[in-house]
């Protein structure tokens, strides 16, 4: 009895164990912490209901999407570093990322473009980004589901005049994203009457921006254009307040935040106004507001929240049309996933199962996401609308729009 049982044992240690379903692992070099910290942790957790989503459907190509996660730190040495490893040695087909524009451009020009691997950032706005692959240097690799400074500087240009803030001053980050939107809002601005009275730079991290506040505030201007994140943002803002600043504000997108708020104080913030790259709402904006807190913890109207789960989902659906994780198919694949011919698709998994039956039977979809429907024009870039908002009693509050006719029209004005 004890022979055959050991028999039967041994013979059962033989067999071959069943194959596992197949895995599909995505690159995340996000910044989960540092000074953009709040933005990536959302991104994060907005990609990973998008992959849940897609698998619940029944998974892309046969296989079960995955997320490789890495935290840049809000350092461009570490998400190149981590860029590197993802793509070298763990041989990720796409990666999406990072957040910000200055992680995104370093991780594209070292890693991504040269390796032929699709990157998707969900949240870079910096023109830069655009004159890369004008310039032939991105390989066609790169994507964004925002739009660029180009259009946000002169929105944001329209909105502060439509304010009453005819004379500005500007501290900004002293990185790529803070010059060009301060190159992009110039512009605007003085065709339609402004006066710019200083341009401070400032570099992240300093123990004191005393000194930038003070020669911000020289010509007295009737508000200042605040260019930062949340954390120094925070700090510029308060010395600003402490100084005697006026306290009208305007702001960028990602300082529509919650801990920016809560640091400055409500009381401080009532005549605080900012521009968002914005949304065309779909269905797909109803279902990711109505299920995304439940899911991640955090709120929907986080600061690139919504755009994170388009990102996720256009990859996710890239790998299905490209018929698995080719990396050299991929950046095609993502065209296709919103062509215009297509069968409208929206974010959640009965769609995705939807969608995923019409590529199966080579039929074309085309997902218009939370942020609304897009297309990607040669460089990656998508256009739409701009959210004009004003921070109400603490909270951040729709004030308004800016349609991307309405842009143009500022354009227009330009000489």
């Known amino acids: 009895m004890k022979t055959s049982m050991i028999a039967i044992l041994s013979g059962m240690m033989l067999m071959p164990v069943a194959a596992s379903a197949c895995d599909i692992t995505v690159g995340l070099v996000l910044e989960l912490t540092g000074p953009a910290g709040e933005y990536g942790q959302a991104g994060a957790k907005s990609v990973e209901m998008a992959f849940r989503d897609?698998?619940?459907?029944?998974?892309?190509?046969?296989?079960?999407?995955?997320?490789?996660?890495?935290d840049s730190q809000?350092?461009?040495?570490?998400?190149?570093?981590?860029?590197?490893?993802?793509?070298?040695?763990?041989?990720?087909?796409?990666?999406?990322?990072?957040?910000?524009?200055?992680?995104?451009?370093?991780?594209?020009?070292?890693?991504?473009?040269?390796?032929?691997?699709?990157?998707?950032?969900p949240a870079s706005s910096s023109p830069t980004l655009t004159a890369l692959g004008e310039a032939g240097k991105t390989n066609g690799v790169f994507f964004r589901t925002i739009t660029s400074d180009a259009l946000q500087g002169v929105a944001a240009a329209k909105f502060a005049i439509d304010k009453g803030f005819k004379k500005i001053a500007i501290i900004h980050q002293n990185n790529d994203f803070g010059v060009n939107l301060v190159k992009e809002f110039t512009a605007p601005y003085k065709a339609l009457g402004g006066t710019i009275v200083s341009v401070t730079p400032y570099n992240a991290k300093q123990s004191s921006y005393a000194s930038e506040v003070t020669a911000a505030m020289a010509g007295n201007p009737d508000a200042l254009y605040l260019i930062s994140d949340p954390v120094d943002g925070a700090t510029i803002a308060r010395t600003w307040i402490s100084q005697g600043g006026v306290?009208?504000?305007?702001?960028?997108?990602?300082?529509?935040?919650d801990d920016f708020i809560n640091s400055v104080g409500k009381e401080y913030l009532g005549q605080a106004y900012g521009t968002s790259s914005g949304t065309s709402p779909t269905a797909s904006t109803a279902y990711f507001n109505a299920n995304y807190k439940a899911f991640s913890g955090i709120d929907p109207?986080?600061?690139?929240a919504d755009r994170s789960y388009d990102a996720g989902a256009l990859v996710?659906?890239?790998?299905?049309?490209?018929?698995?994780?080719?990396?050299?198919?991929?950046?095609?694949?993502?065209?296709?996933?919103?062509?215009?011919?297509g069968t409208p698709i929206y974010a959640g998994k009965e769609e995705f199962a939807k969608a995923l039956k019409l590529i199966a039977d080579g039929k074309p979809i085309k997902y218009e996401g939370v942020i609304g429907p897009v297309e990607f024009d040669k460089y990656g870039d998508i256009s739409g609308p701009f959210r004009l908002w004003?921070?109400?009693?603490?909270?951040?509050?729709?004030v308004g729009e800016m349609t991307q006719s309405d842009v143009d029209a500022v354009k227009a004005q330009i000489k």
Not at 54 to 70: E, F, H, I, P, Q
């Open 316 to 341: 996710g659906l890239a790998i299905a049309i490209a018929g698995g994780p080719d990396a050299a198919k991929l950046p095609a694949a993502m065209y296709k996933a919103v062509d215009p011919a």
């Open 54 to 70: 897609l698998n619940d459907a029944g998974g892309v190509a046969g296989c079960t999407l995955k997320t490789d996660t890495r």
């Open 390 to 398: 004003q921070i109400v009693d603490g909270k951040v509050t729709t």
């Open 247 to 257: 306290q009208k504000f305007l702001l960028n997108d990602g300082m529509n935040s």
């Open 301 to 304: 109207a986080a600061p690139a």
């Open 74 to 121: 809000t350092q461009p040495n570490v998400a190149v570093d981590a860029a590197t490893q993802l793509v070298q040695v763990a041989k990720v087909p796409a990666i999406i990322g990072g957040i910000i524009s200055p992680m995104t451009i370093p991780i594209l020009t070292s890693v991504t473009a040269p390796a032929h691997v699709l990157q998707v950032s």
